[in-house]
Structures are given as C-alpha cells and as structure tokens.
C-alpha cells in the first residue's frame, strides 16, 4: 500500500464558527447590501484614471528610483536560489522550509503583502528579473520577445497557472513530497522563461499566476497609480476600478475564489464520506470537486452579471469581465477567514524552518531558536469574530463596487433592477462562504 | 478621498447594524458554542466532556477496517485525552495538533494519553492506511 500523507501542512485547524455568529452575518451583509442599493449614489465615483492626491514628489521619486527597484529585484531573486537550494539539495521532510515557503508565505502572502504594498510580485518577481537580465545580456528589450502576446489570449495562461496551483495545493496527494514540488517549480520556471522569451515581458503580466494574482489584491491598496503614471493614494474602491479587463478575468477570479470555498469545503465529514464511498481514486474525485466549484463561481457570476437590460455600448457578452473585479474584495475575505490563523501560526513555523534549510540543525538566519505563538488559535472567539468581519467587510467592498460600476453599463431604467443579479449572487457567495466557516 | 452624504449614511448604518449582530451574537460565544455545533451532526459521539478527566479514545483495527471513521469528537483542551488502540497490525496514529504527534503501535494493545494545548480541530488518522480516524474539536 503506498503511504500518502493525507495532510498538506500545518497541524490543527480552526473551530467551526458558532451558528448565531454566522446567521447574524449574513443578515447584516443582506441588509447592507440592500441598503447601498436603495440609499447610494446615483452617478459613478470611481475613476482610476483620474483620482487621487498625488504622493510628495521625493517618495514617489524613491518609490520607482532604480535604487529601489534593483534592490527589490536582488532581493527576490536571492530569496528565490536561497530556496532553490533547499528544495534541490534538501532533505524530504516536511519540516524543509520549502514547503512553508512555497504554500503559506508566497501564497497565502501574497494577499496581505499586496494588500500593503501593491502589486508587489510584480517587483520582486525573480523569473522578470532573470527575464531583464538575458535581454540586457544579449544586448536585446526584455518587453519584447520573437512576436507580440496575442490579445484574444488575455488572462487564460495565468487561470490555467492559478489552477495548477491550486490543484496542487489541494488535491495532489504528494503536494508535501519534494519531487513534486520540484515538478512544479521546474514547469513554472519553464512556463515563464520561454513565454517571455517568446511574447517579452508583457507575458508576466498575462500568464504569471502569482504576479496576476498579486496585481489584482494589489488594486486594493490605498496607493495607487493615475493614467498619467503619478502615483497617488486614494480609496481602495478607486483603484479597483483600474483593473485592466482581458479575456480569461472571470477565469481568473473563479479559480481564485472558487478554490478557496473549495478548500474549506474538502475537510468536512460530508465531503470526506462521500470521497471515501466513490469508486474512483479519491484524486480524481478531488479534481472534479476542484473544477466544480470554480465552474460553479463562473457560470452563476456571469449569470447574475448577464440578467439585465443591457446597454447599446455594453454588449451583454462584455458584462461579466466588466463587473468582475467586483469579486477581488469577496477573495481577499474569504482568504483572510479562511488562512489567517494559518498564516500567522504556520507562517512563524516557516520562518522558523528557514534559518535550517538543510535540516540538520544549522541557524542560518538567526530564527531558528523562536517558538510559533499560538495566541491566535488559544482565542477561538476572537478568531471567529475576524473571520466574520472579513468576509461581510469583503462583502460590503464588493456591493459597492459592484453597484458603481453598473452605474456606467447599465441603461438608466435598468440601473437599480439590473443590479439585483450580481447583489443576490454576492448574497449567496457570503452565506455560503460563512455556511462554510460553520458547518461541521 | 471625499464622501458625499448618501454614502457616509449607508456606511455609518452598516457598521451599525454590522457592530450590534456582532455585539449581540459573538462575544460570550465560546461557552454556548459548543451545543450550536455539535447538534448539527448525527454522527458525533460526544467525549464525556463533563467528567473532564475521563476522555477517552478507542481505537479497534483489524487489518484495513478500522473503527471509528470520520468521527467528530470534543475534547477539551489542557486534559488528557487517553487513546486505546487494539490492533492486529503495526502502524501509526498520527495526532494533527500544533505541533503534530505520532504514536507507533505495534500488534496488540497500546495507550497513549496526548494532551491539547490550543483550541481548533484535530485530525487524527492511521497513517498506514491512510484513515481519518476523527476530527477531534479541541475547545
């Protein structure tokens, strides 16, 4: 019989949330979300393009000053062959820093550090700075490779990255064995290097999973970056309205929202039982589950984006992409409810793990003598407090953005009826996403 | 950043209603918490929670059947949780708690008490077979 390990990392998990918090949850985002409806502004107000009070001159000269930025990109690229030596040299424990590396602090990371800091995958990115460094080389542009990237292509390389991830992350049964995490790594690089080979480096921008991933968090920062390039610090909801629409986006935002409800939903008992009773692998089983739900995000959000009187400049067609950076909000949420603990309890293991990347016994960096705080997980009822007030916050962010955005689609006699789609669906993602952090 | 005023009532109003169904329902959670969840699931058996000192585990394997699985169970955290493993085999429990524990076992009987620091919910499954044996909710 082949010894799998049925866990990813990580030890204990997080208590259900208790019944009245979550239902009381849920009325309030249903009552909000009709409130904003009813009560809000009748004229759009978001306009990245043009909003914001520009930063003082000497921080922004700082912000895109070379200095900066090579320091960023030596930092990124160190971090990256300080892990590639753990991960091709190192033991196959679970305790090589990789695994924490890889699962928690870069993608779990990447929300909050995005949430701060921008699109900041994009700066420490170490396949375009190994990119950069080939082209200036060779004496070639690192923006452009053999021909251009094709438009009609959009987002869909990155949600097919994104889901690779993911499905790695949650379903393959060797997801904690170094060889595949090799694999992984090795068909990314691969993916990256040649695609921006042959597209330049507006390949990252399109195909790179975790630099899309972060460029969209990153939108709901408070600074951000006007048409003319100054940047600037503004609301959140401004800035998420500059995301720039590709074919792919709901693809994206579906594997991105989709397996994170996922994630929650494959612990349960229920979904345990019923894995157990089928006679396909359970792997397979998983994957469809997997590609369920993130089919499922697709198809109601288009749905609900699509029910509406539609105006003559907006093709029906065109309204999903259009309305969907709406869900970002409703992400950041649901991973915040979903991997806070395990961000800050797994992620000090991890930062532990990284001073000892061989695994004998060595403190490379200093931080191999802490010890994990488990404060979090010892205050269950202030962990189920935050997680709520994620996901209705989240909730409330994406209704709102939602409700601007169809102010500029939508016919003026369809302005408040045509939102009523996409206001119940959001209803029904926070229910579920809160059914999620309560069922047993 | 300039808000007009439709919007700083529509806000103000949803951190309202948002800050009292919080006040309402999460503080004092914990203590009621632990009958919202449990009624939920037919299939729990519940520790004996009340008399703190007596919980126990039994685990029966016999070659790849193993009783329980996929069971929830409470437990409380800080006393021992004593878990009985009657086997016809070797093999290995392993204890998902913060941090992980193992406990070989060999044919026959084995005892092993474990002890739960944190609150959250605890997998515990025969690594051998690959079994969720229990969820146990630490609280």
């Known amino acids: ?440 | 950043m300039s808000f007009s005023t439709p919007a700083a009532r529509t806000v103000a109003a949803g951190i309202l209603t948002l800050a009292t169904s919080l006040g309402v329902a999460g503080c004092g959670s914990d203590t009621s918490s632990a009958s919202d969840t449990s009624s939920t699931k037919s299939t729990s058996s519940k520790a004996p929670s009340a008399d703190a000192s007596a919980q126990k585990l039994d685990v029966a394997i016999k070659g790849e059947t193993i009783t329980p699985t996929n069971k929830r169970i409470e437990v409380n955290k800080g006393k021992p949780l004593t878990i009985t493993i009657s086997s016809d085999r070797p093999g290995e429990l392993h204890v998902h708690s913060s941090p992980e524990e193992e406990i070989p076992f060999d044919k026959g009987t084995t005892t092993k008490q474990v002890t739960f620091a944190n609150p959250g919910v605890v997998e515990v499954e025969e690594h051998v077979s690959d079994t969720l044996i229990a969820q146990l909710e630490v609280r």
């Open chain 1, 1 to 440: 019989m082949i010894v799998v390990p049925m866990h990813g990392l990580g030890g204990a998990r997080d208590l259900p949330i208790p019944a009245s918090l979550a239902i009381s949850a849920a009325v309030a985002a249903l009552v909000i979300s009709f409130t904003v409806l009813i009560v809000a502004w009748r004229t759009p107000r978001y306009d990245a393009r043009t909003q914001g009070r520009p930063l003082p001159d000497g921080f922004a000269g700082f912000v895109d000053g070379a200095p900066l930025r090579w320091t960023l990109r030596l930092l990124g690229l160190a971090a990256f062959g300080y892990l590639a030596w753990a991960l091709i040299a190192g033991p196959d424990v679970v305790t090589n820093p990789v695994f924490g590396s890889f699962y928690v602090l870069l993608w779990v990371g990447i929300v909050p550090f995005s949430l701060l800091l921008g699109p900041v995958f994009r700066a420490i990115s170490p396949m375009r700075t190994i990119n950069l460094l080939l082209a200036r080389g060779t004496g070639g542009n690192p923006g452009s490779g053999i021909t251009t990237y094709p438009p009609w292509l959009g987002y869909w390389p990155a949600s097919l990255g994104l889901f690779a991830f993911v499905w790695q992350e949650l379903v393959n049964e060797t997801s904690t064995f170094l060889g595949s995490v090799r694999l992984w790594l090795a068909l990314y690089v691969g993916a990256m290097l040649v695609g921006s080979a042959i597209f330049g480096d507006t390949w990252f921008k399109r195909a790179d999973p975790f630099e899309v991933y972060s460029t969209l968090i990153g939108r709901l920062c408070p600074i951000g970056r006007r048409g003319d390039g100054r940047l600037v610090i503004r609301s959140p909801l401004a800035n998420l309205d500059g995301v720039e629409v590709a074919p792919g986006l709901v693809a994206v935002m579906a594997v991105l929202f989709g397996s994170t409800a996922f994630d929650s939903y494959k612990d349960k008992i229920s979904w345990v039982d019923f894995v157990g009773r089928q006679s396909l692998p359970p792997e397979v089983v998983n994957t469809l589950g997997l590609l369920g739900f993130c089919l499922g995000v697709a198809i109601t959000f288009s749905l609900a984006a699509m029910a509406t009187g539609v105006h003559i400049d907006y093709p029906r067609r065109s309204l999903p992409g259009l309305l969907v950076h709406s869900l970002v909000p409703i992400v950041v949420g649901y991973m915040t409810a979903h991997y806070l603990s395990y961000f800050v309890e797994q992620g000090q293991a991890t930062v532990i793990q990284l001073s000892d990347p061989m695994v004998n016994g060595a403190n490379l960096l200093g931080t191999a003598n802490w010890s994990v705080n488990y404060w979090l997980s010892g205050h269950p009822s202030f962990l189920a407090d935050a997680k709520v007030l994620a996901i209705v916050l989240g909730h409330i962010a994406a209704v709102i953005a939602a409700h601007d955005r169809c102010l500029r689609l939508l016919p003026k006699q369809h302005q408040v009826t045509g939102q009523l789609g996409m206001l119940l669906v959001m209803v029904f993602y926070t229910a579920t996403g809160l059914y999620l952090l309560f069922g047993a």
